[in-house]
């Protein structure tokens, strides 16, 4: 059974045990003159009964999904004959990959040697048996721990302060997770980096003007050492976002403007829906939008008044990013300004004020700091875009400010780099981490400098 079968399975077990505890704690209370004599409600005991039920067995799965496959990868491994076992991680990895794309039927077992097709056989067994074994231990312990759960039902129990207890340690386990998982991220992309480090000289990577990460396999061949300067992407992700942020901040936040100070309700029911429709089309047509309408247009409007201009520029695709974007800027500054206590404007028009008036002097400012909110998340927004950039800009990593030309961004790089099996030894792979961090970075730089502008706004109006 497949894990997220398996899952809805112990949900589903975890359902049936709640009503069966309730459904004890009714009939151990009928004969004590009803529920009031429990020590809590027949709901408590149903809950406690689906907690230990539900929390054993998804422990179990989730344990047994996180190492079955590292487990089956050492036993096949350890099956390959001796000539064939990989030397490095790198190696392993894309001879695992080989495997398993034998293993799916990607690869035809006659074009791989013979112990890649007996392993493939062996993977294809030990996958099935491995998911037969964690059905099985998984339903088992739902249903044991479901049936002793409700078996220790007794009407002095209390159930309450049970499940409070138990839901207070979910609760503490789910939040130690997102902690513990952005810590795991943040170190494996460092581990990574310092290893791409390793192989490319710090200077090269922060100061180079040339990115061209693509390594010859033999030393004598062209560009055989690669070029690794990452100073051509992160000016190409600066050159659209910017471009982004001058379509979309003044468009979303002048219509968040009118729509919550100027549109009537019947014209604001309409528009708002409309608008925030933009955010719910994928980035592909987007995509295709920008690749397919206005790159050609900016590129014949160029040529109209004799600019030469590229089919594929980051204008286009930052035009295009903008209007994706102006959904968030208009939704999230509506909010913020609908937010302003009425008091503040009725205080502001009593003393004279027009409606602009106010709106410029007391209104904005009071929303300053949720719009720069906004204005940072659109921007997070428009760095981590990738696809509009693909499909519009193009791939060439070019050192220009000109929105006419091709350009790339450090996504686009980022995904270029880890497409198809990749050997995790190559400084090529391991570059695709050190523009993650890098961007990690910059992106935490720009969170913490847009927090201080929003503390200093937001003690100067409160």
């Given at each position: 059974m497949q894990p997220a079968n398996l899952l809805l399975l112990t949900l589903a077990l975890a359902i049936v045990a709640y009503w069966l505890g309730y459904a004890r704690s009714r009939s151990l209370a009928m004969p004590l003159g009803g529920i009031r004599h429990l020590k809590s409600l027949p709901f408590y005991y149903g809950a406690r009964a689906a907690l230990w039920s539900g929390i054993p067995a998804l422990l179990v799965l989730g344990l047994w999904a996180?190492?079955?496959?590292?487990?089956?990868?050492?036993?096949?491994?350890?099956?390959?004959?001796?000539?064939?076992?990989?030397?490095?991680?790198?190696?392993?990895?894309?001879?695992?990959?080989?495997?398993?794309?034998?293993?799916?039927?990607?690869?035809p077992p006659g074009f791989v040697e013979a112990p890649?097709?007996?392993?493939?056989?062996?993977?294809?067994?030990?996958?099935?048996?491995?998911?037969?074994?964690?059905?099985?231990?998984?339903?088992?312990?739902?249903?044991?721990?479901?049936f002793l759960g409700?078996?220790?039902?007794?009407?002095?129990?209390?159930?309450?302060?049970?499940?409070?207890?138990?839901?207070?340690?979910?609760?503490?386990?789910?939040?130690?997770?997102?902690?513990l998982t952005t810590v795991g991220i943040i170190f494996s992309v460092a581990f990574e980096t310092i290893r791409f480090f390793g192989k490319v000289p710090f200077t090269e990577f922060f100061f180079g003007?040339?990115?061209?990460?693509?390594?010859?396999?033999?030393?004598?061949?062209?560009?055989s050492q690669g070029a690794f300067g990452m100073i051509p992407l992160f000016t190409g992700t600066l050159l659209i976002s910017a471009?982004?942020?001058?379509?979309?901040?003044?468009?979303?936040?002048?219509?968040?403007?009118?729509?919550?100070?100027?549109?009537?309700?019947?014209?604001?029911g309409v528009v708002k829906p409309l608008l925030e429709m933009l955010a719910g089309i994928p980035t592909v047509v987007y995509g295709f939008f920008a690749a397919l309408t206005v790159a050609p247009f900016i590129s014949?409007?160029?040529?109209?008044?004799?600019?030469?201009?590229?089919?594929?520029?980051?204008?286009?695709?930052?035009?295009?990013?903008?209007?994706?974007?102006?959904?968030f800027v208009s939704s999230l500054?509506?909010?913020?300004?609908?937010?302003?206590?009425?008091?503040?404007?009725?205080?502001?028009?009593?003393?004279?004020?027009?409606?602009?008036?106010?709106?410029?002097?007391?209104?904005?400012?009071?929303?300053?700091?949720?719009?720069?909110?906004?204005?940072?998340?659109?921007?997070?927004?428009?760095?981590?875009?990738?696809?509009?950039?693909?499909?519009?800009?193009?791939?060439?990593?070019?050192?220009?400010?000109?929105?006419?030309?091709?350009?790339?961004t450090v996504t686009v790089q980022i995904v270029t780099l880890l497409t198809g099996d990749q050997e995790f030894d190559s400084a090529k792979t391991l570059a695709a981490f050190a523009l993650g961090a890098m961007l990690f970075i910059a992106t935490l730089l720009l969170n913490v400098i847009a927090l201080k502008i929003v503390r200093k706004y937001r003690e100067q109006y409160e």
């Open positions: 996180a190492f079955q496959g590292k487990v089956i990868q050492l036993i096949i491994i350890g099956g390959l004959p001796d000539n064939m076992i990989p030397a490095t991680d790198g190696e392993a990895s894309l001879l695992l990959s080989k495997i398993s794309n034998v293993a799916s039927g990607a690869l890649i097709a007996e392993a493939a056989e062996r993977l294809k067994a030990l996958r099935t048996k491995s998911r037969f074994l964690m059905s099985a231990l998984v339903v088992s312990v739902a249903v044991l721990a479901g409700w078996l220790r039902i007794r009407p002095r129990l209390n159930a309450r302060v049970q499940v409070e207890s138990i839901l207070k340690w979910v609760f503490f386990a789910c939040a130690a997770l997102a902690i003007t040339h990115w061209s990460p693509q390594t010859a396999l033999r030393a004598d061949q062209v560009a471009i982004a942020m001058i379509v979309a901040v003044p468009v979303g936040l002048l219509s968040a403007i009118y729509l919550s100070e100027y549109a009537g309700k019947k014209v604001r014949d409007l160029a040529a109209s008044i004799g600019i030469e201009a590229s089919s594929q520029s980051a204008l286009a695709a930052g035009a295009v990013m903008g209007i994706m974007i102006i959904p500054s509506d909010d913020v300004i609908n937010a302003v206590p009425q008091a503040m404007r009725d205080g502001s028009l009593a003393l004279g004020a027009t409606q602009s008036e106010t709106m410029k002097k007391v209104i904005f400012p009071a929303a300053l700091p949720g719009i720069m909110g906004g204005i940072l998340l659109a921007v997070s927004r428009a760095i981590g875009e990738t696809m509009i950039v693909v499909m519009a800009a193009g791939l060439a990593a070019n050192l220009t400010a000109n929105p006419l030309e091709t350009v790339t």
